[in-house]
């Protein structure tokens, strides 16, 4: 079997090559008699499928991206920028990454076309602004503006992950508190009464004939809600049907609908925004924001404004105009930036504007959250100290 390495020098040099081993072990026993230190061993196999392994995160995205930029603006070439930042990241997944960046440019293939190979850690919106300012030969200005918008997605996410975490840990706090009432305290509370031979009042046994119920077969249900759960999760990760799907389900839950239109419509003006800044032709700057927003209403609408308007001769305010996803307010600003040539700029504001919108719209769903969410849970724990309450009553009335 063939296997490629990557490897450092005593010196600090990095070196790369291929051989024939047997397994692993053997590459680093040949690396070891030659005083190299491993970075990466991929068999050819797995080079077949990218070298780069692991997980790169949004925030390593912002960091790649705003070293990259900040090398570029100083005059640094781009291959030695790429060395530059192999040596100082250390997390594996990152430097596997450049090592490819690093390998394809040397090849003379275009920069962008690593990225690509990526579309679940690389957006379409980041891999065509790069392929944008590679062409036009504005590498550094797309790198900055990539830098920025990652930054405010990052702090979007932070903002709403925030948010929703105290609700969240009420929400499984509580569900753990009722899963130990229910299945484990009501049977033998129930088993108390069933065993002194005293009959509980009808409220109390159907409160009893729950527990019981979830005492044999609980687990069984919390066995399929996992199988479901994870069930969900791959297909979300395999197939786009299914994301739409879950999209528009979410997008129709009354309590959420709205906050999930402005994330859309924040992101729609963001991605246009950046897309059209980079000089991309609005045809396709339109259509990959469209498979951005993951919303399916937006989607469609942009889709037809590119396909059905702007193709067909319409300015982007007419376009605009005949769709009615869009809020009146967008579609008159689109208009008007279009006849003043800053569409860039007034969709950047509109960002901003939804963006505040998101964080207030966050705000007044945790705020109502909180209090249903104990008053659910004060319902159902009333519901049950009663249960246990009455018939305890009862058996001290007649003594």
């Known amino acids: 079997m063939k296997f490629r390495y990557i490897a450092s020098q005593a010196d600090g040099r990095v070196v790369e ?51 990259l930029a900040l090398m570029l603006k100083i005059g640094t070439g781009l291959l030695e920028a790429i060395n530059i930042l192999i040596a100082d990241f250390k997390k594996p997944a990152i430097r596997d990454f450049l090592f490819e960046v690093r390998s394809s440019l040397e090849k003379g293939q275009p920069f962008y076309s690593t990225f690509a190979k990526y579309p679940k850690t690389f957006s379409p919106v980041y891999i065509n602004l790069v392929r944008a300012g590679e062409e036009s030969g504005n590498l550094e200005k797309v790198f900055t503006d990539l830098t920025e918008t990652l930054t405010k997605q990052k702090d979007l996410q932070d903002t709403v992950r925030g948010a929703l975490t105290y609700p969240v840990i009420l929400l499984v706090g509580s569900l753990g508190i009722l899963f130990f009432l229910v299945m484990f305290a009501l049977p033998k509370v129930s088993k ?11 409220f109390s046994a159907a409160v009893f004939s729950v527990g019981l119920f979830f005492n ?3 687990f069984y249900f919390i066995g399929i809600f996992v199988i479901v759960a994870l069930l969900i999760v791959w297909l979300r990760s395999v197939s786009e049907v299914f994301r739409r799907f879950i999209s528009n389900v979410f997008s129709n839950i009354p309590l959420v609908k709205g906050l999930i239109k402005k994330m859309a419509l924040q992101r729609f003006s963001a991605t246009l925004s950046s897309l059209v800044k980079a000089g991309m032709p609005l045809n396709r700057a339109l259509e990959i924001t469209a498979d951005a927003v993951a919303h399916e209403e937006l989607r469609a609408a942009l889709m037809r404004i590119s396909r059905d308007g702007i193709a067909k001769g319409l300015t982007i305010g007419e376009a605009f105009r005949r769709e009615s996803a869009f809020p009146q307010t967008i579609t008159n600003l689109i208009a008007i930036s279009e006849k003043a040539g800053h569409i860039d700029e007034v969709l950047g504001t509109v960002s901003e504007f939804y963006t505040k919108e998101i964080d207030s719209g966050v705000k007044e769903l945790v705020s109502f959250l909180e209090p249903a969410l104990l008053l659910f849970i004060g319902i159902i724990v009333a519901l049950i100290a009663l249960a246990i309450i009455v018939p305890i009553y009862q058996l001290t009335t007649q003594f």
Do not use: C, R, W
């Open 17 to 67: 090559g291929e051989m024939d081993a047997q397994n692993v072990h053997e590459v680093l026993a040949f690396l070891a008699k030659n005083n190299l230190k491993p970075v990466s061993i991929k068999s050819k196999e797995e080079e077949k499928q990218g070298l780069f392994t692991g997980s790169i995160t949004i925030t390593d995205q912002v960091f790649i991206t705003k070293y």
């Open 192 to 202: 108390v009464f069933t065993d002194g031979g005293f009959q509980p009042p009808a």
């Open 216 to 218: 044999q077969y609980g």
